[in-house]
């Protein structure tokens, strides 16, 4: 179904041994987005940094080139130079300080269709399938070769 997963070093808390424990649901494979040196960041992990950010009401981060990342946020009568000195660390926190981050303060963020916010989203070609632990594939993906070319999905 595209669902991001982050699974448990430990088996379940409820006593069921088979099958595969997860941390954690990270978010969506669509809204997977890179640092510009290549590692997988989920919507999860940009939202555990930019959430917390002082002064913004929502916001919205879309990987526009390999290194450039734009932050739309919605300012809550905060100034602006203040939510920048927090935001953009917030965003090299994930990204590095190779990132180039621009911010653009807006009045509302849109839903995307067929209605759902996108928190993160990339604007470049990112494959997720090539980030798959190989260990976890379907076996309708091992058969097929590697998770970088197979066209199945989970």
Avoid: M
């Amino acid at each position: 179904i595209g669902d991001v997963v982050r699974l448990a070093s430990d088996p379940c808390s409820c006593g069921r041994r088979d099958g595969l424990a997860l941390a954690s649901i990270e978010g969506r494979a669509i809204n997977i987005t890179v640092t510009p040196g290549g590692r997988a960041v989920t919507q999860a992990e940009v939202d555990r940094h930019i959430a917390g950010v002082p002064g913004i009401d929502a916001y919205q981060l879309s990987q526009v080139a390999q290194r450039e990342y734009l932050v739309r946020y919605v300012p809550h009568d905060a100034d602006d130079v203040q939510i920048a000195s927090r935001l953009r660390p917030a965003v090299a926190a994930v990204y590095g300080n190779d990132a180039l981050v621009l911010l653009e303060p807006v009045d509302a963020i849109a839903p995307d269709p067929p209605g759902k916010y996108r928190l993160a989203k990339p604007l470049i070609p990112v494959n997720p399938r090539s980030f798959w632990d190989r260990r976890h594939l379907p076996p309708s993906a091992q058969i097929s070769g590697t998770a970088g070319d197979s066209d199945q999905t989970e």
